[in-house]
């Protein structure tokens, strides 16, 4: 099973990075580009097939290591595998 | 007083640290690795150095912080033990749950390296009783990730506890935002925990040890932690 955490900075917290990110693409000639924020993308595979145990072992990863919950929201998604 | 220094992989400020405490105490510090399990029997302080964990890698100090030594550093830190974090070691505690907040990216994104002025915000605790309250120290600072932040409710309660250990600061003592280079809330340079044992801070007060090198206004937190273990 294929899984998809991003990981990105809430609202509310300053993104320097993004922001930088947000001038380059000013600077290159992109009209319009209101705001840049930041985040993280993991693909994690999963064995087993079990939808449910998955959602909630992905969600406790991301509580435990990979987002930190202090400034950072996450999303968990399963996707789906026709491999 | 039995100190003890941490390494993680990438940690680089280990031998400073023991150095600025052999200095202070007379006596060595041992040197234990981040996948022990224990600290060696006795031991009354905890150092986390600097350095850069992982190579800052997911987040800086992330994955430091869930080392197998951690849950040692927090059952020392729970019977009320000495802990101190340094930079790259405050990142840590902050990470693994022993301090609120976190350090964030440089307001003006780049990595910081100068001496700066820290106001001692109280010294009635462990790290800062052999110095004065208000007292500016020039200590250095080298980082990129050290911009204090917290939720309001997290910043209210540290500051009404009276648990900020160091601000940023004009030489004069006075807090203006031109001084607070790398943009942290309310000025924070350095913060404790509810029972004043564990004490995280960006700044290196191990660089300024010895009069060879410069200014030496680091060697008395050394020294206040062994002041306190001796009167123990």
């Not at chain 1, 009209?31 to 993280?40: C, D, I, L, N």
């Not at chain 1, 993308?41 to 990979?66: C, H, N, P, Y």
């Not at chain 2, 790259?88 to 390296?113: D, S, T």
Request: hydrophobic share 40%; proline share 5%.
């Amino acid at each position: 099973m294929k899984a998809r955490i991003t990981v990105t900075l809430k609202p509310s917290v300053l993104d320097p990075q993004g922001k930088a990110i947000e001038g380059a693409l000013g600077s290159l000639g992109f009209a319009g580009v209101g705001s840049v924020r930041q985040g993280k993308v993991f693909d994690i595979e999963l064995s087993g097939s079990d939808r449910a145990a998955a959602e909630t072992q992905l969600k406790a990863m991301s509580e435990k290591l990979l987002a930190n919950t202090v400034v950072e929201n996450y999303r968990v998604e399963i996707l789906d595998n026709h491999a | 007083m039995k100190s003890a220094v941490v390494v993680f992989p990438g940690s680089n400020r280990e031998h400073d640290a023991a150095r600025a405490l052999r200095l202070a105490t007379g006596q060595e510090a041992a040197i234990v690795w981040h996948g022990d399990t224990s600290l060696p029997s006795g031991t009354d302080i905890v150092v986390l150095p600097g350095g850069f964990s992982y190579g800052d890698y997911l987040r800086c100090g992330a994955i430091a912080g869930r080392s197998p030594i951690m849950d040692a550093v927090k059952a020392h830190a729970d019977r009320g033990g000495l802990v101190l974090g340094i930079c790259n070691g405050f990142q840590i505690l902050c990470e693994a749950g022993l301090l609120p907040g976190v350090l964030m990216r440089n307001k003006e994104k780049r990595f910081v390296c100068k001496v700066t002025n820290l106001k001692v915000e109280r010294n009635d605790t462990p790290f800062t009783r052999a110095y004065d309250r208000g007292q500016v120290l020039a200590i250095p600072c080298a980082h990129g990730e050290g911009n204090y932040q917290a939720d309001a409710e997290t910043l209210a309660r540290l500051e009404g506890e009276g648990l900020v250990a160091f601000r940023y600061c004009a030489p004069d003592g006075s807090i203006d935002a031109g001084w607070n280079h790398n943009g942290s809330l309310n000025a924070i340079a350095g913060i404790y925990s509810p029972k004043l044992n564990v004490l995280g801070m960006m700044p290196h007060p191990e660089n300024h040890v010895d009069p060879a090198v410069g200014p030496t206004d680091g060697l008395a937190l050394f020294k206040s932690l062994s002041m306190v273990l001796e009167n123990a």
